[in-house]
């Protein structure tokens, strides 16, 4: 087991609502990556968050935004849902290596399963 | 567009086989690719990574060989269990993209 938790773990919301995703970060890692997994697919990257600023961003439109807090936890926010957006939201974390351009091994937590009805 | 594939979707073996599950990449400037392991309902685990500078890495019951010139990477896992029963997915990252650029996964099926 990681030490990435997602919450909740489970959610249902109707087309139009407003969801909030949270995430926190295993000790020692300064960097939360989001993505998201529909049934029978692999993990798409939404963004990533690094001193609580974006660092990268996937093929999302601008209804996906995030939060990333001083203890480096993070929040997923997902704006006037859609029944598309049904998935499994998966939280990464990793520790940032300056001067390299990219991060060390991501490792991920359970997800939340978000329905869209 | 970047992508990375796997050439077969579902694999079955029989307990205390080898496994070879296989990978195409085709982004040549990934410099860092990783093999997760997911089973029903869980997230994503790390098996093993193997950075563009190396051909083999080897770990417990695991080994990850990977052949830049046809941009392909492989997971060969010895003596199969049960519990190795999931979906693995290769994954590459580009560096400066931060993102990891994952296939659709392939079901390995371990028959008892």
């Known amino acids: 087991e990681t030490g990435v938790t997602q919450s909740p773990t489970h959610l249902i919301k109707t087309r139009g609502q407003q969801v909030t995703l949270r995430c926190s970060s295993q000790s020692g890692h300064n960097t939360v990556s989001w993505y998201q997994q529909a049934l029978g697919q692999g993990p798409q990257f939404i963004f990533q968050y690094y001193r609580e600023e974006e660092n990268g961003r996937g093929n999302f439109p601008p209804r996906f935004s995030g939060l990333q807090f001083p203890n480096y936890s993070s929040e997923l926010n997902v704006n006037a849902l859609e029944l598309d957006d049904s998935a499994l939201y998966l939280c990464?974390?990793?520790?940032?290596?300056?001067?390299?351009?990219?991060?060390?091994?991501?490792?991920f937590g359970p997800g939340t399963r978000l329905t869209v009805l | 567009g970047e992508s990375v594939g796997l050439h077969l979707p579902t694999l079955s073996v029989q307990e205390g086989d080898n496994s070879i599950i296989n990978c195409a990449y085709s982004?040549?400037?990934?410099?860092?690719f990783i093999w997760y392991k997911q089973e029903s309902g869980k997230g994503p685990q790390f098996i093993i990574d193997?950075?563009?500078?190396?051909d083999k890495r080897q770990g417990q019951r695991v080994t990850v060989l990977l052949n830049k010139t046809v941009k392909h990477l492989s997971l060969q896992i010895a003596a199969t269990q049960p519990g190795d029963s999931a979906v693995y997915f290769c994954a590459e990252n580009g560096g400066a993209t931060n993102k990891l650029i994952f296939g659709t996964g392939t079901l390995l099926a371990v028959q008892p």
């Open positions: 990464a974390s990793s520790f940032y290596v300056s001067g390299t351009g990219g991060t060390d091994t991501q490792y």
């Open positions: 982004n040549s400037a990934s410099d860092y």
């Open positions: 193997i950075r563009s500078n190396m």
